[in-house]
């Protein structure tokens, strides 16, 4: 008989109580930093293999979540989780921000955070042979969501990734990205060719708009 009162810690997914029990194959827990509920067995709350589906065990943020959608199928990683763990890593791991350092200050909604929901919208959105962007859609947009992002040919993402961008300061003070200038400049009624004055370093500003790297 196991200790009702007892708090006991998992190997790898936190502390949890147990909140019913019937006997050793039939055992209820809930995990006390997410709340989540599951059943389980005797031998798995002493020898701490349980495991939250809700536990943030991709670099510290993702989780895989309750529903249908697995991370492997056959001992291969599917393609819904590995466009989600790659999306993860640029960025949240920091060795793929030292390597790719223009993802810094990137980030994914909260909702996509838990992998069942992403791989849903994945099922409903993916073209045959596409990438994923979280910029094409939205000019220079830092955050992965589902109003965001969208399948794009490898061929417009590479261009997309190689095109030349600014960081130019606002009259407030703020730093903005631009990506495409032309653009940029008719929003903000600003002369184009000024702003290229402002970039180049030949202009120290232009309405206010100054270098943000000077």
């Known amino acids: 008989m196991l200790d009702t009162s007892k708090i006991y810690t ?10 019913k029990y019937v006997n050793c194959s039939n055992v209820e827990v809930e995990f006390i930093k997410t709340k989540t509920k599951k059943k389980t067995q005797s031998i798995h709350i002493l020898n701490g293999a349980i495991r939250d589906s809700r536990f943030p065990s991709v670099l510290g943020v993702g989780f895989v979540g309750c529903g249908s959608y697995q991370s492997r199928v056959d001992g291969e990683l599917t393609r ?19 390597n790719k350092p223009t993802y810094k200050g990137c980030s994914v909604c909260g909702e996509w955070h838990n992998f069942q929901i992403f791989a849903k919208w ?15 859609k939205i000019d220079g947009n830092k955050i992965y969501s589902p109003s965001a992002c969208v399948f794009t040919s490898h061929k417009n993402n590479s261009i997309k990734a190689k095109a030349k961008h600014y960081t130019v300061k606002s009259p407030d003070g703020n730093k903005v990205d631009v990506y495409n200038m032309s653009e ?14 402002v970039t180049s370093g030949k202009r120290s500003q232009h309405k206010g708009w100054t270098n943000a790297n000077n």
Not at 10 to 19: A, C, E, L, P, V
Not at 80 to 98: A, G, H, V
Not at 184 to 193: A, D, M
């Open 184 to 197: 940029f400049c008719r929003v903000n009624s600003l002369n184009r060719g000024n702003m290229g004055g």
């Open 80 to 98: 819904q989780y590995s466009t989600w763990s790659k999306m993860m890593q640029r960025c949240y791991s920091e060795n793929s921000l030292k």
């Open 122 to 136: 994945f099922d409903e959105n993916y073209i045959d042979g596409h990438e994923l962007d979280k910029d094409i």
């Open 10 to 19: 998992s190997n790898s997914h936190g502390k949890f109580r147990i909140t």
